[in-house]
């Protein structure tokens, strides 16, 4: 099993009580035996993903972090509700059973739970056993993009997602509120990219290429590949702040974590996916694919792609908050903030020269 993959004993200050969970879970779902091991898995940042599993099923247990939480974030409920809706037309989520709401949740916080969909997530590098040419590290990245373009196309409407937000205004909501959860999230220690949140404010598109389902975070290490064909994505994860509106916006963000062999070194060191592995697609190619296969005008696009990566550095920096205050004592986030200071000054490059 891949390091993202694998599970870890729960860490200090996010245990659950296996008592409690057995009794929520029996009383909803049919037929589990035995009592549950409840684990965590190593990979994530943001919400809570535990392992259930019993003597014969497993399953996925979600809630949010402990401490403080942006109010707009780490959303159940949204993320229950459209891989429940997406289910008949895009197979690739997993099967969810129930969600619980904050009110009268017997764990404090709300939750859902999901079956464990077996497979593999990708750490950094490509398995030495798939024994991959560049060819077929290139098709890797193609299939990866491939199904962000099918769900770009999902006609939200036609399954029930019609008001699943309001798509009109996307970009200027986004662009605001992530302006707005930095000054919420800045500590003293990180630089305050004034210029880059004014130039975002000031240099909106006229108006949206079009509205679709947006996952909000689609990287490779938030998807599970068929371990016997891994060009197959059998589920996409991490649904939480997923929405309608411009995909351009989707995209600009997917590609923030698309790190290729030219970037800066410290945009490299960040990347939690193979993205500049030899044979993988460029941005500027995943950009003509994009164009070519949706119709969407992309001679704009660098206004995305600096807003991805400066929102990027936002959701690090909202973690990094909760760890300088004492919020969670997961070690991993110590360093967010330097991390932070190096996507705010490759956005800053990319408003000046730029460039793919």
């Not at 879970?25 to 259930?52: D, V």
């Not at 949206?208 to 290490?221: A, K, P, Q, T």
């Not at 411009?246 to 945009?267: I, K, S, V």
Request: some cysteine; charged content about 25%; proline content about 4%.
């Amino acid at each position: 099993m891949s390091e993202l993959n694998k599970t870890v004993a729960v860490r200090e200050g996010e245990e659950l009580d296996a008592g409690l969970i057995d009794g929520i879970l029996k009383e909803r779902i049919e037929g589990l035996e035995g009592t549950p091991e409840i684990r965590q898995f190593a990979s994530g940042q943001s919400n809570l993903t535990y392992s259930i599993a019993y003597a014969n099923r497993s399953l996925v247990l979600r809630r949010p972090p402990f401490g403080t939480v942006p109010k707009s974030g780490h959303s159940m409920i949204r993320e229950y509700s459209v891989m429940n809706a997406l289910k008949p037309v895009y197979g690739a989520v997993p099967n969810t059973h129930f969600h619980v709401p904050t009110e009268g949740s017997l764990l404090g916080a709300e939750f859902y739970v999901m079956d464990l969909v077996a497979g593999r997530k990708l750490e950094r590098k490509i398995p030495a056993e798939w024994n991959f040419t560049t060819e077929d590290t290139r098709k890797l990245g193609l299939s990866f993009f491939d199904k962000l373009i099918e769900l770009h196309k999902v006609d939200f409407k036609a399954i029930g997602l019609g008001d699943f937000g309001r798509p009109e205004g996307y970009v200027e909501r986004q662009v605001l509120g992530w302006n707005k959860r930095y000054e919420k999230a800045m500590t003293d220690d990180v630089q305050d990219f004034a210029d880059v949140r004014k130039w975002l404010e000031e240099n909106m598109p006229k108006a949206e290429v079009g509205h679709s389902i947006l996952h909000g975070d689609y990287r490779l290490d938030n998807v599970i590949l068929c371990e016997e064909n891994p060009f197959e994505i059998k589920a996409v994860l991490d649904w939480e702040i997923s929405a309608l509106g411009d995909p351009l916006m989707d995209l600009g963000n997917t590609l923030a974590y698309w790190t290729q062999a030219d970037d800066p070194e410290g945009m490299k060191a960040m990347s939690m996916q193979p993205s500049f592995a030899e044979g993988m697609p460029t941005r500027a190619e995943i950009c003509e694919i994009y164009a070519r296969e949706t119709g969407y005008d992309l001679s704009n696009f660098n206004y995305y792609y600096v807003y991805g990566v400066f929102r990027l550095a936002v959701i690090l920096q909202q973690i990094y908050y909760r760890y300088f205050h004492g919020q969670t004592k997961n070690k991993n986030f110590a360093g967010f903030g330097v991390q932070v200071d190096i996507l705010g000054n490759y956005a800053r490059q990319l408003i000046e020269k730029p460039g793919m």
